[in-house]
């Protein structure tokens, strides 16, 4: 008896104890967990290229110009104007009065140093087409630089005002990568106090943030993010208000959680794509995937709409292009449309010699449900689909070294809102373009180089129109995340999957 | 007993080539590892460039090689992706992985050694029917799902613990008790059935006929009996801990090399990998070589046989 009241004792002790590590929303700080794709590598993002280093990012610092998610118009940031001097030289004034972190004046040398050193050839740059554009960045005064461009570029604003932030030049020259990581300094609305790498990081409001910048003074004092791989384990930490916010939800835990007193949950589309390529390239030697007829059945053959009813909770989109239509230039008008059609789709295969059926290797790293979904509508039509699951590496091994004639897969755009982020990056020619159509490849050079909106239009249409007739894919839907979030929190979601923590305050 | 010492060792840094080796070149056979480094959404041309940096299309014997070469002089190279020092990382990393698994040995321990000897003073009775239903239990649950289990519990309904991470001690109840209890079952066993057999062996009969109560004939001869198996598997098994928190480290949060090494195998972070395989392996090995010499410090006998 004694033992046991002594247990209880005991326990009662620590749950006192432990109660003050729990969050309080009085004490105005907004705990973050994040980490279900992998911890955040290297905050210094250009080199760790993860999803949550671009949403810390985001907090820490700014880019030279901000694209406003309502109107897509693009607005100054640390740039208070720009203009083309002629087709590779972009001019840019920057904005006078604003500090980094450390006290350090941003100016043009901050410029020239960050995108002259990420875009140098052994930068460490993960995602190469990010700064790959860039020729030089030459200072011209104390507050004006000026971007040469290796080819025509008319894409930079986009790429200016994504994932390119602005280091102080003194401190990163000094400290490098890892001191930039481990110790974050920038201009934007938040300041880092500390970081455990790997583990969690304190920021607090930069009260210094009233220069004019189109991204609000954050509205949450502080900010506390922890990795937390597991989404069990962030479910039950937002049950027990350990943290307030996450984006790692799958959709049946949002649809658990959507019941929960106290909590809210969501899926938001992205702009994150669906896709499953077809090897029209005969890189995998498959003669049945480089007959146009079995390439526009199996299009007819899937029935989108019932997928993202099903199992998507209706919250995408279902696609017809080869890019988001949230994106520039990414016209659903231009596509060719292959309505739910099994029975075309039967007779377009026994056209095309398949009266009998299909047998087609299929390499995928989506969902498991959407996949076998999708393997269910094929066989319906005849196409014996064999099914390769696995992990991202297995499936671009297979993918780059010919041996999927077909891949399911998806696609994020860098979250850029240019169609030329996917069209281009898949149909340009090069090693990754499995269909190496020579007019495609020429709409997109001009597409690319042309700074003329009305023109890019009109050959991205072009090239949109030419990939869906030959069906070089079969687009299906686009991407959701799930959010769970605090009843007390004010959040919103958006498309390009960059949640803007310091726009969100307390109800 | 130098002799032995000597061999003992060599065939452990001989396990251990073969361990690190082994890892290496299975890095190799998952896929290309330049494929994982460069990351989701890289292009072809990204993937390329990476395998070239890190000369991932040479002979992979020569690639282990150059690695060994430099391992052995104490250097492990940086992490391809934190761009660290990889000794600087499983600095910061090992504490919390090592004790742990110390911590979950202690419970372990602490409940087993009681347990099992009150189990073998009356077999077939309450308390040993109760400590085969608990092995049999702690063997069958998988960690994971009493390690959520526990969450609901303490993290959930009764609010007394913190659910994740390892700002406190508090942090590291829940993963003591989910990763003990792993090592619980083998450890209670050992302890019942070596107390079964001190406790029908002639010198307990002797010491019982001498007049000894109960208590002391159990703990004083019984015990010291079952101490060197004990203490043999306690090692094992802790290294077994030290490997197998990958699991509870990623439900918990905990920033242990058992996290660490799932996350740097999923992203072919070589040097991390190789780097906490070859801890682990050393571990293992000299836990094994420490169990042995604490035996013969206990056993008069086996001290004699050297």
Redesign the interface.
């Known amino acids: 008896m004694f033992r046991i009241s002594s247990l209880i004792a005991g ?2 002790l ?2 006192l ?3 003050s ?2 969050a309080d929303k009085n004490d105005d700080t907004l705990r973050i967990g994040w ?1 279900g794709d ?2 955040m ?2 905050a210094d993002n250009y ?4 999803r949550t280093g671009i949403w810390f990012t985001k907090m820490v610092w700014d880019t030279l110009i901000e694209r406003d998610n309502a109107t897509g118009e693009y607005k100054g940031s640390l740039a208070t104007a720009w203009q083309w001097v002629d087709d590779k030289t972009l001019e840019l004034k920057l904005r006078e009065g604003v500090s980094f972190h450390n006290g350090a004046e941003f100016g043009a040398d901050d410029v020239v140093f960050t995108y002259n050193t990420m875009s140098a050839e052994n930068s ?1 740059a ?4 990010i700064v790959d554009w860039i020729d030089h960045v030459e200072k011209v005064d104390a507050m004006t630089v000026r971007i040469h461009t290796k080819e025509p570029f008319p894409q930079a604003l986009e790429f200016l005002s994504g994932p390119m932030p602005i280091y102080p030049h003194k401190y990163y020259a000094q400290v490098g ?2 001191g930039m ?1 481990n110790k974050p300094v920038g201009t934007g609305p938040y300041k880092v106090v500390e970081m ?5 990081y304190t920021l607090v409001r930069n009260d210094d943030y009233d220069w004019g910048s189109p991204k609000s003074k954050a509205k949450i004092t502080n900010v506390i993010i ?5 989404a ?2 962030q479910v ?2 937002l ?2 208000g ?1 943290i307030d916010v996450t984006a790692d939800m799958s959709p049946d835990l949002v649809t658990r959680l959507a019941g929960v007193p106290g909590l809210e949950a969501k899926m938001s589309e992205t702009l994150r794509i669906f896709i499953i390529g077809l090897d029209a390239a005969k890189r995998a030697n498959n003669p049945a995937v480089n007959d146009v007829r079995v390439r526009q059945a199996l299009n007819y053959a899937i029935d989108r709409d019932g997928i993202v009813k099903n199992l998507m909770a209706g919250a995408a989109r279902t696609l017809s292009t080869p890019c988001h239509p949230l994106q520039f230039g990414c016209s659903e008008e231009a596509a060719v449309k292959y309505p739910y059609d099994p029975e075309k789709a039967k007779a377009l295969l026994a056209e095309a010699g398949f009266a009998d059926g299909l047998d087609l290797t299929m390499y995928a790293e989506a969902p498991a449900k959407e996949a076998e979904a999708i393997m269910g509508n094929l066989a319906a039509v005849g196409v014996r689909v064999s099914l390769n699951r696995v ?4 499936y ?2 297979a993918q ?1 070294s010919g041996k999927a004639p077909a891949f399911l897969f998806n ?2 755009s ?1 979250s850029l809102a240019d169609a030329s982020a996917s069209i281009s ?1 898949f149909f340009k020619g ?3 373009d499995f269909a190496q159509d020579k007019d495609v490849i020429e709409w997109l050079k001009t597409g690319d180089s042309v700074t003329d909106p009305a023109k890019r239009k009109e050959v991205y249409a072009s090239a949109i129109g030419r990939i869906t007739k030959e069906a070089y894919w079969i687009p299906l839907f686009s991407g959701v995340r799930g959010y769970a979030w605090d009843a007390d929190l004010d959040f919103t979601p958006y498309a390009d999957e960059i949640p803007r923590f310091y726009e969100y305050s307390w109800k | 007993m130098t002799s032995f010492i000597i061999k003992r060792l060599a065939s452990a840094v001989l396990t251990i080539l073969v361990v690190s080796a082994l890892t290496f070149s299975l890095a190799f056979l ?3 590892p330049a ?2 480094i ?12 990476v395998r070239e940096y890190y000369g991932f299309d040479r002979p992979v014997v020569i690639q282990y090689g150059e690695w060994l070469a430099k391992a052995l002089t104490g250097d492990f190279g940086r992490s391809f ?4 020092s990889v000794a600087d990382m499983l600095a910061s990393r090992l504490p919390i992985t090592f004790g742990l698994g110390v911590a979950a040995i202690i419970f372990a321990l602490a409940i087993a050694v009681p347990l099992g000897v009150a189990a073998a003073a009356k077999p077939g009775g309450l308390i040993d029917r109760f400590a085969l239903g608990l092995s049999v239990l702690g063997q069958a649950m998988p960690t994971f799902w009493l390690a ?1 289990l526990l ?2 519990l303490f ?2 309904t ?11 001690w ?1 942090h590291f ?1 829940m993963p003591t008790i989910a990763l003990g209890t792993f090592a619980l079952p083998a450890l209670l066993r050992i302890t019942r059935a070596g107390t079964l057999d001190a406790l029908r062996s002639d010198y307990v009969r002797t010491a019982r006929a001498k007049g000894l109560g109960a208590g002391k004939v159990l703990f004083r001869h019984a015990l010291r009996n079952v101490m060197i198996p004990l203490v043999s598997i306690s090692a094992v098994q802790l290294g077994a801990l030290l490997a197998g928190s990958i699991v509870i480290e ?4 905990l ?1 242990g090399i058992g ?2 090494s799932y ?1 740097a195998t ?3 972070d070589l040097p991390v990998v190789q780097a906490i395989t070859l801890i682990v392996a050393v571990f293992y090995v000299l836990l094994t070589l420490v169990a042995d010499i604490v035996n013969a410090i206990l056993d008069p006998r086996i001290r004699e046989s050297w």
Do not use: C
């Open positions: 326990a009662s620590l749950a104890t432990a109660t590590a729990f980490g992998g911890v590598i290297n080199l760790g290229g993860t460490g993960r995602f190469r087409a990568s890892v990581s455990k790498p790997g583990e969690q922890r990795e937390i791989p597991d069990q384990t039950a930490e049950m027990s350990g992990p991202y590496e297995a671009r091994d780059i696609w994020g860098y990056f090069g090693e990754d | 998952a896929g290309d494929i994982a460069a990351g989701k959404d890289s292009s072809a041309a990204d993937i390329a460039r992706h934190y761009q660290q959520l969450v609901v993290g959930l009764l609010r007394w613990l913190p659910i994740s991470g390892n700002a406190t508090q109840v990623q439900i918990f949060a920033q996290a660490l996350d999923l992203r072919a």
